[in-house]
T-cell receptor
Framework: EAGVAQSPRYKIIEKRQSVAFWCNPISGHATLYWYQQILGQGPKLLIQ????????DSQLPKDRFSAERLKGVDSTLKIQPAKLEDSAVYLC???????????????FGPGTRLTVL | RKEVEQDPGPFNVPEGATVAFNCTYS??????FFWYRQDCRKEPKLLMS???SGNEDGRFTAQLNRASQYISLLIRDSKLSDSATYLCVVLPSGSARQLTFGSGTQLTVLP
C-alpha cells in the first residue's frame, strides 16, 4: 500500500520569499494533518483537515501560513512570506476517519525539509 | 511547563543493554498515550500504544502511571537497529484530539 507522499523533499529559499508544499494522503484517509518539526523538537500540529473542512488550525500562524484541501484528497501548505524561524521539516500525516472517542493511527509522510536563509 | 516532557538524552548504550526512557505529561485529562520512533531524517512511526495495565511487544515494554502522569518505555537486549529518537505522545480527551509530542529522547546503541 502506498504511503503518504510529499513534495518537494527539500527546499531552500531566502527570507521573505514564498514556498508551497504538497501532500497526497493514503487513499481513503479522510483526515489530513500538517505538522512543523523544528530541529530538536517533536512535531507540532499546524492544521487538521477532515475531508475538505478544517477541524483545527489554532496553531497555524495565519498571517503567513495557509493551507487548503479543496477536493478532500491532496493538500497544499503555503508560507508567504517566509521567516528564518520557519526553517523546519514540514510533515504531512493522514488517518482514517474514526468513530467518536476512537483513535486511528496517523501515518506520516517523509516530510519537506525547508531552509530559510 | 511543556505539555509533554522527556529527557532529551542522548543515551549511548552498548548492544545488549537495557535502557529506560521516561516521560511526564501535564494534562491530567489525557486519554491515550503512545511511543513513536523517529529515525534520523525520517518520519515518525508508531512504536506502540501505552495502556494502564502496561503492555509488552517483544523487547519493548511500555507502562503508564496515571496518578503520577508518567509514561515509560523499557528496551531490553538493545540492538544497533534500535538507535533512533523515541517520542512520547499524548492524546487528550474531548473533541480536539490532537496528538501532543514530546521533544524526544535520542538513543544510540553502540557495537
Amino acid at each position: 500500500e502506498a504511503g503518504v507522499a510529499q513534495s518537494p523533499r527539500y527546499k531552500i529559499i531566502e527570507k521573505r520569499q514564498s514556498v508551497a508544499f504538497w501532500c497526497n494522503p493514503i487513499s481513503g484517509h479522510a483526515t489530513l494533518y500538517w505538522y512543523q518539526q523544528i530541529l530538536g523538537q517533536g512535531p507540532k500540529l499546524l492544521i487538521q483537515f477532515q475531508n475538505n473542512g478544517v477541524v483545527d488550525d489554532s496553531q497555524l500562524p495565519k498571517d503567513r501560513f495557509s493551507a487548503e484541501r479543496l477536493k478532500g484528497v491532496d493538500s497544499t501548505l503555503k508560507i508567504q512570506p517566509a521567516k528564518l524561524e520557519d526553517s523546519a521539516v514540514y510533515l504531512c500525516a493522514s488517518s482514517l476517519l474514526g468513530l467518536a472517542g476512537t483513535y486511528n493511527e496517523q501515518f506520516f509522510g517523509p516530510g519537506t525539509r525547508l531552509t530559510v536563509l | 511547563r511543556k505539555e509533554v516532557e522527556q529527557d532529551p538524552g542522548p543515551f549511548n548504550v552498548p548492544e545488549g543493554a537495557t535502557v529506560a526512557f521516561n516521560c511526564t505529561y501535564s494534562n491530567s485529562a489525557s486519554q491515550s498515550f503512545f511511543w513513536y520512533r523517529q529515525d534520523c531524517r525520517k518520519e515518525p512511526k508508531l512504536l506502540m500504544s501505552v495502556y494502564s495495565s502496561g503492555n509488552e511487544d517483544g523487547r519493548f515494554t511500555a507502562q503508564l502511571n496515571r496518578a503520577s502522569q508518567y509514561i515509560s518505555l523499557l528496551i531490553r537486549d538493545s540492538k544497533l537497529s534500535d538507535s533512533a529518537t523515541y517520542l512520547c505522545v499524548v492524546l487528550p480527551s474531548g473533541s480536539a484530539r490532537q496528538l501532543t509530542f514530546g521533544s524526544g529522547t535520542q538513543l544510540t546503541v553502540l557495537p
